[in-house]
């Protein structure tokens, strides 16, 4: 597949499924132990004043984040998901002519949201193994870049760049082309390079407590970069990005390290497991090291036959159409529960069962 332009812009509803979901559900990548048990404490006891207005720029959140990494409160931007960060940065910091570059296999978000902001966004080609192309990214590089996004772990193929990869290519990229590294399922794989926004000066990280800590329904997404990039964002985002509910409860979820931990080890394991049974079934699975595996049909089973049978046995993923140039003969499931992965892997069984 060769590198291309996209020129048409895709609503922001493609991207998910908005549909009611099935009851066998692993297409979202949300935490298979939910939230932390301190956080759920922390809600039964949480005195609220709902006259008073939340903290500037979430000024709470970022003394709690500045303790947590060791990093200046000011190299902080908290906001409502790391989604509508990912929003606003073609529309910050990209003109019309901008170009912004992204793998041709990663979040879709980064395509629209750069679109939407009249840049033009050139789409790179994966590695063989449907890995991101560093090299092939620096030679699209032009003077018209402004902007290039990294998912890491990458989604959908779940697949890491490792932190001296991403710096030694941070070094190669011009000073004033902003390289976004977001980490949204960091928790579930891979190392964060949050601590080089101080070394590293057109880097900005991306995180959010929606993946790995559990709390998709508060809405809270942070950026770390270097204090003038942060400076520009705020100046041009509202100030009062989250509510004051949301900042109380994050700041408890950033201190249970133990069950980031547990995260961790109990996503790799139910990783290994779904990655063998679907082999097993004759799949072919992508490398992953996180929380989401990216998987091929079999040659004897049609995207339309599976599609359809999905449906019937009441199972959701996330299909290949969802990401430009791919169709369903690929589709994207994440790691839940040890009960949800192993219903998965039964519907599989009695799929193919039914199709040979």
Request: aromatic residues 8%.
């Amino acid at each position: 597949m060769s590198n291309k332009k996209i020129t048409q812009p895709r609503a922001m509803q493609a991207m998910y499924v908005l549909t009611e979901k099935r009851p066998i559900d692993l297409s979202l990548s949300e935490n298979p132990l939910g939230c932390s048990p301190m956080v759920s404490d922390a809600l039964k006891r949480l005195a609220v004043d709902f006259n008073n207005y939340p903290s500037p720029n979430g000024r709470q959140l970022r003394k709690k984040l500045s303790k947590k990494f060791s990093i200046s409160e000011n190299s902080f931007f908290v906001a409502n998901g790391s989604e509508s960060i990912i929003n606003d940065l073609p529309k910050i910091f990209c003109q019309d002519d901008s170009e912004v570059i992204v793998p041709e296999l990663t979040f879709p978000m980064f395509a629209v949201c750069s679109k939407l902001s009249n840049a033009d966004v050139v789409a790179v080609k994966m590695t063989s193994d449907l890995g991101i192309d560093l090299p092939k990214i620096i030679e699209n590089i032009s003077k018209q870049t402004r902007m290039i996004f990294l998912c890491n772990p990458n989604n959908p193929t779940g697949s890491i760049l490792s932190k001296n990869e991403i710096i030694e290519f941070i070094e190669q990229v011009p000073s004033d082309v902003l390289v976004v590294v977001d980490e949204a399922n960091i928790e579930f794989g891979g190392e964060s390079v949050i601590s080089q926004v101080a070394d590293l000066e057109n880097l900005i990280v991306l995180r959010t407590l929606s993946k790995g800590f559990g709390l998709a329904t508060l809405r809270i997404g942070f950026a770390v970069a270097n204090n003038l990039i942060i400076q520009k964002m705020e100046e041009e985002t509202p100030i009062f990005q989250i509510s004051g509910i949301s900042e109380q409860l994050a700041c408890v979820a950033l201190e249970d390290e133990d069950f980031i931990q547990r995260t961790r080890r109990i996503t790799t394991e139910q990783r290994v497991f779904l990655k063998q049974q679907l082999l097993d079934l004759g799949f072919f699975v992508f490398s992953s090291e996180a929380n989401n595996l990216f998987v091929k049909l079999p040659l004897f089973l049609s995207a339309k036959q599976f599609v359809k049978k999905l449906g019937k046995k009441g199972v959701s993923v996330v299909l290949g159409s969802n990401f430009d140039g791919y169709e369903d003969s690929f589709f994207r499931v994440s790691v839940r529960d040890v009960q949800t992965n192993k219903a998965f892997i039964q519907k599989m069984k009695e799929i193919i069962k039914e199709t040979v």
